[in-house]
C-alpha cells in the first residue's frame, strides 16, 4: 500500500493499523518517505487526533527506530523519571539522589534546555568536569556501583523522533497531544527502565498551558507506559511561578545541594513530598507512600542523599568540592537588583517570561545547538502572592554585562506586578490517581 493511502486515511478521520504505523516510521526513518508527505500525515494526526492503540502502536515503532538499553543486569526495579519542563524545576537534582539513597537505581537519560525551560544536563554541566556523555556500560556499571547516573541521551536512542520532532517544529505539528506523548515516551522506553515517574507540568511556565490539557497528556503517557509493561506514575505540577528562587543553571544546583543540606524551599519541598514516595514506591522500596516519604525525610537528614549526589559527581567526572565551596561554580561578574516600586503583593503573571530573562542573559538556548553560559541567571527573593514593601529586594539578576542585566530586568517586570490585594496562591502538586 502506498503512503499517500496512510494519509489521506488519516486525513478522513480514519484509524490507522499497526502496519501502517510501522511502516510509516520505517520508511520515514530510511530516507524512503519524503518530509512534504510525512508533513502532510503530521498534520492529520494534529487535526484529527488518534486513539490510544494508535498512539501505543506509534510509540513503539519510534522506540523500536534505535538501540533499546538493555539495563537488565542493574538488580532491582529501575526507575526513571520525566519531566515535561518548567521553569527552575531542578526536581531531578533532589530526587534523583534522595531515590538512590533510599536504594532505588535509578538510571537516567535528561535532556537540554531549550526556550525558556532549563534542562538537567546543562544544570549538571554546571558543576566542574562533570560528564553527561558515558558510554552505555559506564553508564550501567555505575548505577550498579552507585545507584544513580544521569546522562545525555545517545546517538542512537529513538532516531525516528530526533527527524519527527525537528519536522513537527517547523510545521505547526508541536502542540499535539499524541505527538507529544509518543515522542516523550518512545525516549522513555528505550532507555530502558522498569518504571516511569512523570511530572506533567502546566501553567504559564509549562509547555501545557491547562491543567486538563496536562492530565490529558499524562493519562496517555501513563497508558502507553503500562501497554509497554512498565510500572507508571504521574504527578501533576502547577508551573504558573518558577519552582524555589534559583532560575539558570549553576545557581539551580546551589538550590538544589541546599535542599539535600536539608535547606528546600517550601515549594520545592512539597513537590519532593508528592514525588519521592511515587519515585520510591515505583522502585519497591515499599508500598506505602507515608513510609517512603519517611525514608527520603531519613535520607536528607543523615547525609545519605547528600552522599549519594557526591558520588554520582565523582564517578562522572566532576568536582565534588562544590558542595561545600559554592564559588567553585562559574561566577557572573555583574550583578543587579531589582527593587519594587510600591508595596502590595508580588504577582506572578508570566512565568516563562521569567525564564525568558535567563535566555536574555545567555543562559538559555534559542537553537538546540548554541552554547550557553551555566553562571547567569535570576534570584527571586519574593515568591508570588509575598508581601512587599516598596524599595524591597524582589529578584538578584546574575548577568556577563550591564545591558544583558537591564535587558533581562525589564523583562523581568514585565512578566510580574505588584497588586494591592493578595492574588491566590498556586496549587503546587498532586499524584494523577489521588
Ligand atoms: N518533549 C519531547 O520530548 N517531545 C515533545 O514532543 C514535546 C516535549
Redesign the pocket.
Known amino acids: 500500500m502506498s503512503f499517500i493511502h496512510t494519509i489521506e486515511k488519516k486525513r478522513d478521520g480514519g484509524k490507522l493499523t499497526g502496519k501502517e504505523i510501522r511502516d510509516f516510521i520505517t520508511g520515514y526513518v530510511s530516507g524512503g518517505i519524503p518530509d512534504y508527505q510525512v508533513s502532510a500525515l503530521l498534520m492529520a494526526v494534529y487535526l484529527n487526533g488518534c486513539d490510544n492503540e494508535e498512539i501505543f502502536e506509534l510509540t513503539m515503532a519510534m522506540a523500536e527506530s534505535g538501540d533499546i538499553m538493555d539495563l537488565k543486569s542493574i538488580p532491582g526495579i529501575k526507575v526513571d523519571k520525566h519531566s ?1 519542563g518548567g521553569v527552575g524545576d531542578k526536581v531531578t537534582l533532589i530526587a534523583a539522589p534522595v531515590a538512590a539513597a533510599c536504594g532505588v537505581p535509578v538510571a537516567k537519560m535528561s535532556g537540554r534546555g531549550l526556550g525558556f525551560t532549563g534542562g538537567t544536563l546543562d544544570k549538571l554541566e554546571a558543576i566542574p568536569g562533570f560528564s553527561v556523555s558515558l558510554t552505555e556500560d559506564e553508564f550501567i556499571s555505575q548505577v550498579k556501583n552507585t545507584g544513580l547516573a544521569i546522562i545525555g541521551q545517545t546517538k542512537t536512542l529513538a532516531p525516528a523522533d530526533k527527524l519527527l ?1 525537528a519536522l513537527r517544529d517547523v510545521t505547526g505539528t ?1 502542540e499535539s497531544i499524541p ?2 506523548a509518543s ?2 515516551m518512545s ?1 522513555k522506553i528505550a532507555a530502558g527502565s522498569d518504571a516511569i515517574v512523570l511530572e506533567v507540568t502546566h501553567g504559564t511556565g509549562a ?1 501545557m498551558k491547562d491543567e486538563e490539557k496536562a492530565c490529558a497528556l499524562a493519562k496517555i503517557m501513563l497508558d502507553i507506559g503500562r501497554r509497554a509493561g512498565l510500572k507508571m506514575k504521574a504527578v501533576i505540577t502547577d508551573m504558573n511561578e518558577p519552582l524555589g528562587h534559583a532560575i539558570g543553571n549553576s545557581i539551580e544546583v546551589i538550590e538544589a545541594i541546599e535542599a539535600l543540606k536539608g535547606n528546600a524551599p517550601p515549594d520545592v519541598y512539597e513537590v519532593m513530598e508528592v514525588i519521592l514516595p511515587e519515585i520510591i514506591t515505583a522502585g519497591g522500596v515499599t508500598d506505602s507512600r507515608e513510609k517512603a516519604w519517611e525514608l527520603a525525610c531519613e535520607a536528607v537528614s543523615s547525609g545519605k542523599a547528600l552522599e549519594s549526589f557526591r558520588n554520582m559527581i565523582e564517578a562522572q567526572h566532576g568536582d565534588p568540592d562544590v558542595i561545600d565551596d559554592y564559588s567553585l561554580f562559574p561566577q557572573s561578574p555583574v550583578k543587579l537588583e531589582v527593587y519594587a516600586v510600591r508595596s502590595g503583593y508580588l504577582c506572578v503573571s508570566d512565568c516563562a517570561g521569567i525564564g525568558e530573562c535567563v535566555k536574555l542573559l545567555g543562559g538559555g538556548r534559542v537553537t538546540k545547538e548554541q552554547k550557553i553560559d551555566l553562571s547567569v541567571g535570576l534570584e527571586m527573593k519574593i515568591k508570588h502572592s509575598g508581601r512587599v514593601m516598596k524599595g524591597d529586594c524582589l529578584a538578584e539578576i546574575y548577568a556577563r554585562s550591564d545591558h544583558e542585566a537591564e535587558s533581562a530586568k525589564n523583562r523581568f517586570l514585565e512578566s510580574v506586578n505588584i497588586a494591592d490585594d493578595e492574588p491566590a496562591g498556586n496549587r503546587l502538586i498532586y499524584s494523577l490517581d489521588d
Do not use: G, N
Request: hydrophobic share 55%.
Open positions: 515535561t520532532y508541536v505527538l507529544i515522542s516523550i525516549k509547555f
